[in-house]
């Protein structure tokens, strides 16, 4: 069965500082990969997504940057991060194709200070 | 592309009653369109999904119906229980994406 995994879990980093998180699926081959961010409260806002390796689609124009070194890794970093960075950054996945469930990692809670 | 509207954003009902959750999309081509459960804290959890070839679904205590000719779609739960208690969220896909409503925060007091 896939399976998704998202680290770290939580983190709390300074302005300014830089952001990875990382996230890979296993069990399935040639995913759709996906970036989302919710903030407190809030819906579920789509920052990139990626039908394969080395293509990103960007949603949203922000300090934050995607990359897909591997077919099932799926990368967001930062090179400074600002304080409405922060919130709860969901990976996902999904069968590539159309009209198909997305899956979303257990999320990593991130704190800008 | 893709837009999804979702109401109410709050809604609450005693325990025992139903509860219906309602979506608007814009574009005639989506063809999938499944709910979500998110729990505080939580990621958001697949609870149905209908594809646009059937009108209605259900699960247990759970139901969707899909109108095509008037683009909406709704999520019904009956006897609802305590444990209903989160944030729904409706979803419309694109080419390669799904279009997320805004979420209705339940409630469900005992």
């Known amino acids: 069965s896939q399976t998704i995994h998202q680290w770290p879990a939580t983190l709390v980093q300074p302005v300014g500082s830089p952001l990875s998180l990382e996230c890979t699926v296993e069990?399935?081959?040639?995913?759709?990969l996906y970036w989302y961010r919710q903030a407190a409260g809030r819906g579920l806002q789509l920052l990139f997504y990626s039908v394969g390796i080395g293509q990103i689609s960007s949603e949203v124009p922000q300090n934050l940057s995607a990359s897909r070194p591997q077919d099932r890794q799926f990368i967001l970093s930062s090179k400074k991060l600002l304080l409405s960075d922060s919130g709860f950054y969901l990976c996902?996945?999904?069968?590539?194709?159309?009209?198909?469930?997305?899956?979303f990692g257990e999320g990593s809670w991130l704190t800008v200070v | 592309g893709e837009n999804v509207e979702q109401h109410p954003s709050t809604l609450s009902v005693q325990e025992g009653d139903s509860a219906v959750i309602k979506c608007t999309y814009s574009?005639?081509?989506?063809?999938?369109f499944p709910w979500y459960k998110q729990e505080l804290g939580k990621r958001p959890q697949l609870i149905i999904d209908?594809?646009?070839?059937?009108g209605e679904k259900k699960d247990q205590r759970i139901a969707v119906t899909l109108n095509k000719t008037a683009k909406h779609f709704s999520l019904h739960i009956t006897e609802t229980q305590p444990e209903d208690s989160a944030v729904y969220f409706c979803a419309a896909n694109g080419a390669n994406n799904l279009f997320f409503g805004t979420g209705t925060r339940l409630t469900v007091i005992p």
């Open positions: 574009d005639s081509a989506s063809n999938y």
């Open positions: 209908i594809r646009s070839n059937v």
């Open positions: 996902a996945w999904s069968v590539l194709g159309a009209g198909n469930t997305i899956y």
């Open positions: 069990g399935t081959s040639n995913p759709n």
